[in-house]
């Protein structure tokens, strides 16, 4: 794993074994200890040579497997547990540990030193903390719930010691499924290792403690490439209304928040831009787009070639539910056992590049946020591209999924409390997806039931009528809608006209990839294809890019966070080429090529290369398409297997995909028997221009061409480019008389960034103490200055002034106090060990499987 340099952060105690000090002599150190406030900073902290020591720091014991609480009728701590480091827990994600000793005869500081298991794999390396010594012949015990390092029982594990510099120091592996309960490792003189019975976290072998010693912190580390503020300039698109575009637009982004929007060149008075980043875009600005319907961990599967196989179907000639596809013959081979072989740790183990590989592909369509991700083993991609709905966000975790029929006898008690209480925020069921009755007829158990809420999001609502949509309506449910997956299953969609004209909320959302889009902004195609020539343009273009953007955030009560670009709602945003006059067409025409830039939380993950190195610097990874480049951003050594980079990713991915006899029989342990008829496909590309494999299986479908010619999809990426440009594109945009926009709203830095209820309070649209006057949209002339405006340097004449009048009040005060204050300071006074266990506020904890037991008791 390669490091870049970690400064050394010891505070050494100062300390002065002079006793009485004359007058003169204290005025003369007041004043040169204010030269040295007043000197330029960026100097090294370093005091002290310590780090400099022989680095002779060993790894002198791990604990992978302690044992777990088990109590019954018949004993009670069964396996004789011990909860080595006090927190009351048990087991491998309380009481894992490290451990390291001093063998030498100097004190040695550790502070910054970096914990690692198995390089550019396994758990992310943490960080030991600051003003750590280890005193000679002195241990210290790192726990798992301080380092988030995870040893593994099944494949064995390799634990590393790095120093501030990145140098390796030390290094203690143990084999495969060798490990035994409550016995730790400890290593030899010879480069073996040995097991030990009881562990002695924190102290000697011949010492003997109930629990752990000498606990340290150890801390994740920053990726490096954090941006804490940007400016970005281009046409901005609201989504507060279908004219509140700004066309000289403005959106400062600070800590993964907007900050202020605002229109023209005059900066609002309350807007400090100084080390701000100022990015050109040159491009339209939109709120980040939402998936509110998908299947993640299947979007490596390209588009399925199937032919329909029963003998009901639909008029159409599709299916006529989703209980039929399921059943098709190659549905197994094709679908359900490419998932299977990619996230089973037995076979391909490759659950976190799936769901990264997923998320770039979200991404690169400048969606911000997905819903239909798997709720466990989220470490290693939570945090790192998309948000995920179901998942923790703003501070809560208020939606449900039931993706499963609903039976007759789903009673939903916790949706039912969830609405009761005002905790829940979206419940997203699959139902009535079909043309048939049996599927329109889960419709009816929903109202039995009592589970037609306010807060419920029907999926496909494929067979329903309008009298359902007038349920639903009354009820102020919702509905995500997925043409192109309807129409290639069955070969009709949802009836959006009745869901509208009964005042149901729609959404758009792409299923999944074996009959979707790649992602929304392509799903915004079959929508606005569906809408020209089947519904007779019913929905407005504005209407349908709410369908991505304003409506999702509302589906999800997201809207005081995500969803349109207001100050104060967090910098979830796209920006795409501008090539056409009209916003809404601009968003809905856009295609692969034209996302110039993905912010997720106010950090760029995607985008074109020049915008991703102007806010990047060189953090960020080549993505190759079709006549264009791109650069994604998926590593972060802070998180799990946060060291896998694009390139592997994508490597990976494609390996597993083909099934190669030899790439199986030299990773599986699982028995390939039982896929006797398994075969290799391609993986679904990231991009939906120059796929000629899915075009061609949206064409020739018939019965999803029944109602409409899904040729002209093609037309949409039939498009003259040169590198990445579209050709022949000069738009100007008109000078607006109101510069427009959502208006500054100040930062309350005092409320919790992720308080679910923080926004509700807070009038988005800024006019609180304003003029009556002048509309939310407008900033008065006397709230703005221009941008050339006196500099107001740090050292001005006030401030000069103020400096004078603090050191002679300085020199007075040491002229008066008396000397019998001075009191020495132990030279040795240093803090030795910073205990992080003891700060609640960095407590970890874990969200992990269970562990499946080591050999049994007769191997001990």
């Known amino acids: 794993m390669h490091f870049t340099k970690v400064f050394n952060r010891r505070v050494d105690v100062l300390y002065d074994q002079g006793r009485v000090m004359g007058r003169l002599s204290t005025i003369i150190t007041a004043f040169l200890l204010l030269s040295v406030l007043a000197a330029p900073h960026g100097l090294s902290e370093e005091t002290s040579d310590t780090n400099t020591s022989p680095t002779s720091i060993i790894i002198s014991e791990i604990l992978a497997s302690p044992n777990g609480m088990m109590n019954n009728e018949t004993c009670s701590n069964c396996y004789n547990a011990t909860d080595w480091n006090g927190d009351g827990e048990y087991g491998k994600f309380s009481d894992q540990f490290i451990e390291l000793h001093n063998p030498t005869a100097s004190p040695i500081n550790i502070s910054n030193w970096v914990l690692d298991d198995i390089a550019d794999g396994g758990s992310a390396p943490c960080q030991l903390a600051r003003n750590t010594v280890i005193q000679p012949g002195g241990y210290v015990s ?18 590393n010691l790095y120093d501030a510099e990145g140098t390796h120091i030390d290094a203690l592996s143990y084999p495969a499924q060798d490990s035994w309960y409550g016995n730790s490792y400890i290593p030899l003189e010879n480069g073996t290792v040995w097991k030990v019975r009881p562990p002695t976290p924190g102290y000697s072998q011949d010492e003997s403690f109930g629990s752990a010693q000498n606990m340290i912190g150890c801390f994740g580390i920053s990726d490096g490439g954090f941006v804490e503020s940007m400016l970005l300039k281009g046409r901005v698109v609201t989504m507060n209304s279908i004219n509140d575009v700004i066309n000289d637009g403005h959106v400062l982004i600070r800590d993964g928040k907007i900050s202020a929007v605002w229109g023209g060149q005059n900066i609002p008075q309350n807007v400090d831009l100084t080390g701000v980043p100022v990015v050109e875009t040159n491009g339209t600005i939109y ?16 588009l399925w070639d199937f032919e ?3 003998s009901v179907k639909s008029e159409e000639g599709g299916y006529s ?5 399921k059943n098709n013959p190659n549905y197994k081979r094709d679908i359900s056992w490419m998932k299977t072989f990619v996230q089973t740790a037995s076979m391909w183990n490759m659950a976190d590049q799936q769901m990264k590989y997923a998320e770039v592909m979200a991404v690169a369509g400048g969606v911000t946020s997905v819903q239909g991700s798997p709720s466990s083993n989220t470490d290693a991609w939570d945090s790192m591209l998309s948000r995920n709905i179901e998942l923790y966000n703003f501070g809560g975790d208020g939606i449900h999924t039931k993706v499963t029929t609903l039976e007759s006898e789903y009673q939903g008690n916790h949706i039912k409390s969830g609405n009761s209480s005002g905790s829940l925020n979206a419940w997203y069921l699959h139902l009535s997806e079909g043309v048939d009755e049996v599927s329109r007829a889960e419709f009816d158990v929903l109202v039995q039931n009592n589970l037609l809420v306010g807060e419920l999001v029907v999926v496909h609502g494929t067979a329903l009528t309008s009298a359902e949509f007038e349920k639903m309506g009354q009820a102020g449910a919702d509905l995500a809608w997925s043409p192109l997956s309807n129409l290639l299953l069955y070969g009709d969609t949802t009836d959006v006209v009745a869901a509208d004209q009964a005042g149901v909320r729609i959404s758009l959302a792409p299923d999944w990839g074996p009959s979707g889009s790649k992602n929304v902004l392509h799903e915004l195609k079959i929508a606005d294809m569906w809408n020209t020539n089947n519904l007779n343009s019913y929905f407005s273009d504005y209407e349908l890019a709410t369908m991505v953007t304003k409506n999702p955030a509302l589906a999800s009560n997201w809207h005081n966070f995500v969803g349109t670009i207001n100050a104060g709602l967090y910098a979830d945003l796209v920006v795409m080429d501008t090539f056409h006059q009209d916003p809404y067409r601009n968003l809905i025409e856009a295609i692969d090529a034209d996302v110039r830039l993905t912010i997720v939380n106010g950090q760029p993950v995607y985008g074109d290369v020049d915008l991703m190195s102007e806010l990047k610097g060189d953090d960020w990874e080549l993505v190759e398409g079709p006549g264009f480049n791109k650069a994604v951003d998926v590593t972060d050594r802070s998180i799990t297997e946060g060291t896998q980079s694009w390139a592997s990713i994508l490597a990976d991915m494609e390996m597993a995909m083909e099934l190669n006899p030899d790439d199986i029989a030299s990773t599986w342990s699982s028995s390939t028997d039982s896929y006797s008829s398994m075969q290799g496909n391609v993986l679904n590309n990231i991009f939906t221009t120059g796929d000629t494999r899915h075009f061609g299986i949206i064409t020739g479908s018939t019965h999803a061409n029944t109602h409409i010619s899904l040729t002209q999809l093609e037309d949409y990426y039939a498009i003259p480019m040169e590198n990445g440009e579209r050709t022949g594109v000069n738009v100007v945009l008109e000078p607006q008389e109101n510069t427009g926009g959502s208006t500054t709203v100040p930062v309350d830095d005092t409320l919790p960034s992720d308080d679910m209820n923080e926004s509700d309070n807070t009038d988005s649209t800024g006019d609180s103490g304003r003029d009556s006057e002048c509309p939310p949209n407008c900033i008065l002339g006397e709230d703005v200055e221009d941008a050339s405006s006196e500099d107001s340097g740090l050292f001005g004449p006030k401030s000069l002034l103020v400096f004078l009048v603090i050191v002679l009040l ?6 008066t106090r008396t000397t019998e204050e001075d009191e020495e300071v132990d030279a040795d006074q240093t803090v030795m060990i910073e205990k992080e266990w003891q700060d609640e506020q960095k407590q970890f904890v874990p969200e992990l499987p269970p562990l499946a037991p080591p050999p049994s008791a007769e191997e001990e």
């Not at 709120?287 to 490596?300: A, E, V």
């Not at 539910?321 to 596809?325: A, E, K």
């Not at 300085?810 to 002229?815: D, H, S």
């Open 321 to 325: 539910n989703r209980n039929q596809w």
């Open 142 to 159: 790192v726990f798992i719930n301080a380092s988030r390092i995870e040893l593994d029982y099944y494949d064995g594990d390799t634990v």
């Open 287 to 302: 709120p980040g787009l939402i998936d509110t319907h998908n299947h993640m961990h299947y979007n490596h599967i390209p």
């Open 308 to 310: 329909v196989h029963t």
């Open 810 to 815: 300085v020199a007075i005060g040491l002229l």
